[in-house]
């Protein structure tokens, strides 16, 4: 196909120099440019004269060409559209043709093929670099081929003297490890044996021994009941009293009952409840001593405070006696012993519904915000700002302390509930204290403060009771 293409090629170069003048001398086109540009008047004039040049020597040798571009660069004159039309001469037996810059020349085969020159000059730089490449690729593929298989088979040998000296090994430590354990094992059951026969010996001998003194002792289980109770000490009077007349202790029982004693007439934060029910379970608030039994406590009668109908706050009864010291921990028990729950401030995507009142429905209040609102209902103030509303005054506040068993004029009661918004912090509360005064209304003395409550068996605990 390249041959005949050639052939094609050399058949028209030598019919186009039987009809082609020879190209003008380029001597004469310089001669010309010269004059022409001497007699030119206006820059244009030069740069026509300089387009005339480039067209008149573009069939030239390359080194005339240069010289007519560097010309027109010297005269700062554009060549576009300067080119020549093609030309065909003959110059010492070799046959030039002719195109300017940017024009190829195109041969037609029956109309159908088209050769360039420039294609077919790419085709033969291609197919020269080809064939050198592929011959490197080839001398570079036999090396690898070679060194390969050399590195193959050293690595098939030791592979096989490996396998077979690690077989060798492992039967052998096999053997080794089989028998050090079957000894150790016939040792150790002969020592088990004998470690059994002895306890067995021993135990017989202590339980004879033991069943004989008790025996003796005790003769009746009348005479056992009382040593029990002799050794037994006195009552655990969180739990428990001595009965005056038969000297035993009995369980509290009457912290359950589901009647209270309490005698207000102000009904109206509990009118979903009979008058005089309890809202909430009672609790041992202070132990029970030798002469007197010990003090029930609860939640407050009323809300002290309250979010929409979602949350209302009650205060509940700090029992020194279980927890001398405020913790967090302490706070959820504390609430939980009324069937409450301490408030945070925060979803129950990171709030653990079953020890907190979560805030579900995105209200603002913080332990401190609450201990404000507080503070302000006891001022007498309005304190806007943070969600809720305040359901108490001083007075009632004060009563319902007073119904818990604070004598009036007690100083000093800590109101204590979480800290901030969120999170855990064991040992800090935020808390305020107040005193309750003569009348029974009760009065802020300072805080609110953050911190471990001064002494806790003069202390309420601010707990929640709503749904999540």
Request: hydrophobic share 35%.
């Given at each position: 196909?390249?041959?005949?293409?050639?052939?094609?090629?050399?058949v028209?170069?030598?019919v186009?120099?039987?009809?082609?003048?020879?190209a003008?001398?380029?001597?004469?086109?310089?001669?010309d440019?010269?004059l022409?540009?001497?007699?030119?008047?206006k820059?244009?004039?030069?740069?026509?004269?300089?387009?005339?040049?480039?067209k008149?020597?573009?069939g030239?040798?390359?080194?005339t060409?240069?010289?007519?571009?560097?010309?027109?660069?010297?005269?700062?004159?554009?060549?576009?559209?300067?080119?020549?039309?093609?030309t065909?001469?003959?110059?010492?037996?070799?046959v030039?043709?002719?195109?300017?810059e940017?024009s190829?020349?195109?041969?037609?085969?029956?109309?159908?093929?088209?050769?360039?020159?420039?294609?077919?000059?790419?085709?033969v730089?291609?197919l020269e670099?080809?064939?050198?490449?592929?011959?490197?690729?080839?001398?570079?593929?036999?090396?690898?081929?070679?060194?390969?298989?050399?590195k193959?088979?050293?690595?098939?040998?030791s592979?096989?003297?490996?396998?077979?000296?690690?077989?060798?090994d492992?039967a052998?430590q096999a053997?080794?490890?089989?028998k050090?354990?079957?000894?150790?094992?016939?040792a150790?059951?002969?020592?088990?044996?004998?470690?059994?026969?002895?306890?067995?010996?021993?135990?017989?001998?202590?339980?004879?021994?033991?069943d004989?003194?008790?025996?003796k002792?005790?003769?009746?289980v009348?005479?056992?009941l009382?040593?029990?109770?002799?050794?037994?000490?006195?009552c655990n009077?969180?739990?428990?009293?001595?009965?005056?007349?038969?000297?035993?202790c009995?369980?509290?029982?009457d912290c359950?009952l589901?009647?209270?004693t309490?005698?207000?007439t102000?009904?109206?934060?509990?009118?979903?409840?009979?008058?005089?029910?309890k809202?909430f379970?009672?609790?041992?608030?202070?132990?029970?001593t030798?002469?007197?039994?010990?003090?029930?406590?609860?939640a407050?009668?009323?809300?002290?405070?309250?979010?929409?109908?979602?949350?209302y706050?009650?205060?509940?009864?700090?029992?020194?006696?279980?927890?001398p010291?405020?913790g967090?921990?302490?706070?959820?028990?504390?609430?939980?012993?009324?069937?409450?729950?301490?408030?945070?401030d925060q979803?129950?995507?990171?709030?653990?519904?079953?020890?907190?009142?979560?805030?579900?429905?995105g209200?603002?209040?913080?332990g401190h915000?609450?201990?404000?609102?507080?503070?302000?209902?006891?001022?007498?103030?309005n304190?806007?700002g943070?969600?809720?509303?305040k359901?108490?005054?001083?007075?009632q506040m004060?009563?319902?302390?007073?119904?818990?068993?604070?004598?009036?004029?007690?100083?000093?009661?800590?109101?204590v509930?979480?800290y901030?918004?969120?999170d855990?912090?064991?040992n800090?509360?935020?808390?305020?204290?107040?005193?309750?005064?003569?009348?029974?209304?009760?009065?802020?003395?300072?805080g609110?403060a953050?911190?471990?409550p001064?002494?806790?068996?003069k202390?309420?605990?601010?707990?929640?009771?709503?749904?999540?």
């Amino acid at each position: 196909m390249f041959a005949t293409k050639m052939a094609a090629v050399a058949v028209t170069i030598a019919v186009a120099l039987a009809q082609t003048a020879t190209a003008q001398n380029a001597q004469n086109c310089f001669e010309d440019f010269a004059l022409a540009a001497s007699l030119a008047s206006k820059p244009n004039g030069v740069c026509g004269a300089v387009q005339r040049l480039v067209k008149c020597t573009a069939g030239a040798d390359r080194a005339t060409r240069d010289a007519a571009r560097q010309v027109a660069a010297s005269h700062k004159c554009a060549t576009t559209g300067a080119g020549a039309a093609p030309t065909l001469t003959a110059s010492n037996n070799h046959v030039n043709r002719a195109v300017s810059e940017g024009s190829d020349m195109t041969f037609y085969r029956f109309k159908r093929e088209t050769t360039t020159i420039a294609s077919l000059t790419e085709g033969v730089a291609e197919l020269e670099k080809t064939k050198a490449d592929q011959a490197d690729v080839d001398s570079k593929l036999k090396s690898l081929e070679s060194t390969t298989a050399s590195k193959l088979a050293g690595l098939t040998a030791s592979v096989g003297k490996t396998t077979k000296d690690l077989t060798a090994d492992l039967a052998t430590q096999a053997g080794a490890v089989d028998k050090s354990v079957k000894g150790s094992l016939l040792a150790l059951n002969g020592k088990i044996d004998k470690l059994s026969k002895d306890l067995d010996a021993l135990l017989t001998k202590q339980i004879k021994g033991a069943d004989d003194a008790i025996t003796k002792s005790l003769k009746t289980v009348a005479d056992k009941l009382d040593k029990l109770v002799e050794v037994s000490g006195d009552c655990n009077y969180a739990t428990h009293f001595k009965d005056a007349k038969t000297k035993k202790c009995v369980q509290f029982k009457d912290c359950s009952l589901p009647t209270s004693t309490y005698t207000s007439t102000d009904g109206k934060h509990h009118d979903f409840l009979s008058k005089g029910s309890k809202a909430f379970p009672s609790f041992i608030w202070q132990h029970g001593t030798k002469d007197k039994d010990h003090v029930c406590g609860t939640a407050s009668w009323r809300r002290w405070y309250g979010l929409s109908t979602h949350v209302y706050f009650h205060v509940v009864p700090w029992p020194k006696w279980m927890y001398p010291n405020y913790g967090e921990a302490a706070l959820i028990n504390v609430c939980r012993l009324a069937g409450l729950r301490p408030w945070r401030d925060q979803g129950s995507w990171s709030c653990d519904p079953g020890d907190y009142v979560c805030d579900n429905w995105g209200y603002n209040l913080g332990g401190h915000d609450l201990m404000n609102k507080f503070r302000c209902v006891l001022h007498g103030q309005n304190c806007a700002g943070h969600s809720g509303d305040k359901l108490v005054n001083k007075a009632q506040m004060g009563e319902d302390l007073v119904n818990m068993g604070f004598a009036k004029g007690t100083d000093d009661i800590a109101i204590v509930t979480k800290y901030a918004h969120s999170d855990f912090a064991e040992n800090t509360a935020n808390y305020l204290t107040v005193q309750i005064e003569s009348n029974g209304a009760l009065k802020y003395k300072s805080g609110y403060a953050n911190g471990q409550p001064k002494d806790m068996g003069k202390a309420v605990a601010v707990c929640a009771m709503g749904y999540n």
